[in-house]
């Protein structure tokens, strides 16, 4: 279609020009206003023992409900609020949703089933980040602690000594703490022992490629023997199939995670999971 003023005429050009630019421009703009208009949800994948098959924990994962496009997935998002700052208040949201929803699946079980947070590099540089953790540690009485960690290798890198002491102190309120996508990042061994941790979680590329290939069994049979020997629990990501399951649980791998059992699911949904799987 042919532009008829010069004003339309620029509007028709423009976005050829920085069609890129402008595209993030609307995403940024979009976000800002998910973020006022408390757009965004949590999502819980249980986490699984393969000791016994309870689940024993819940990872809460950020959706955001776009009226315009439905359920957007964190890939599509993330690395803006990060380098927006957005993160800082999604963040914040998430540990107090985190917490009340933790709360409101406690009152209804028989057994209270704790949730680990996914935290960005930003936020632990916060200042006030461990009272953020420390308020949603509250929220959780008197069930206990329901708050757990997750960080990675890469936002820990940033500041180091700063991020140890900042995680002894989260760890202090009671938090257990994971390393998350463990092996794809670098220092892996050097740090592992210096940080505050209760567990390690087995990045999901090297568990697809478990079957087929040997190096890979290698490599998560290693990953388990070394955070075993530093006192840490093991949790396998994106689990698919049995075979996956057996062969983890064959390396006395602690717990899993994956579509094998169940994608990440919204409240309601996880609660009928831990129900049926408390009642077993
Ligand atoms: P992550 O923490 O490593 O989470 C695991 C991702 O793997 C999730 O993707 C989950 O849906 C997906 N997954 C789980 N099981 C399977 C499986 O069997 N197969 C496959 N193919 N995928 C599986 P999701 O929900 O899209 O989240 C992606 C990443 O976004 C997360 O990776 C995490 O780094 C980040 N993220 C999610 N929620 C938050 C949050 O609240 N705050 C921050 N800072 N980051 C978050
Ligand atoms: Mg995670
Ligand atoms: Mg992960
Ligand atoms: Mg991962």
């Given amino acids: 279609k042919k532009a008829k003023r010069s004003g339309d005429r620029y509007l028709f050009y423009a976005p050829t020009f920085n069609a890129r630019a402008s595209e993030q421009l609307t995403l940024e703009t979009r976000l800002r206003r998910a973020v006022e208009r408390e757009e965004f949800t949590l999502f819980y994948q249980p986490k699984v023992s393969l000791e016994d098959g309870a689940v024993v924990g819940l990872e809460a994962l950020l959706r955001w409900n776009d009226p315009e496009t439905g359920l957007v997935p964190p890939l599509r998002f993330i690395s803006l609020l990060e380098e927006t700052g957005l993160i800082l208040a999604v963040g914040r949201w998430a540990f107090h949703r985190a917490a009340s929803d933790f709360v409101a699946l406690a009152r209804r079980l028989v057994k209270p089933t704790p949730i680990a947070v996914n935290v960005s590099a930003l936020q632990l540089r916060q200042p006030d980040f461990v ?99 530093l006192g840490l629990k093991v949790i396998a990501e994106g689990v698919e199939t049995e075979d996956q399951s057996e062969r983890l649980r064959r390396l006395h791998c602690d717990q899993i995670q994956g579509y094998v059992f169940s994608p990440p699911v919204p409240l309601e949904q996880v609660l009928q999971i831990l129900t049926r799987a408390q009642n077993r």
Wanted: hydrophobic content about 45%.
């Fill in 131 to 229: 009272r953020t953790v420390e308020e949603a540690v509250k929220a959780c009485a008197p069930f206990g602690c329901g708050i757990e960690l997750e960080i990675t290798e890469s936002m820990v890198m940033q500041d180091v000594q700063q991020s140890i002491l900042r995680l002894k102190e989260v760890r202090e309120l009671g938090p257990a703490i994971a390393m998350d996508d463990f092996g794809t990042g670098y220092s892996s061994l050097s740090y592992l022992s210096k940080l505050p941790l209760d567990a390690v979680k087995i990045d999901r590329s090297f568990i697809v490629d478990m079957t087929g290939d040997a190096e890979s069994m290698s490599v998560v049979s290693a990953i388990i023997s070394l955070a075993h020997g």
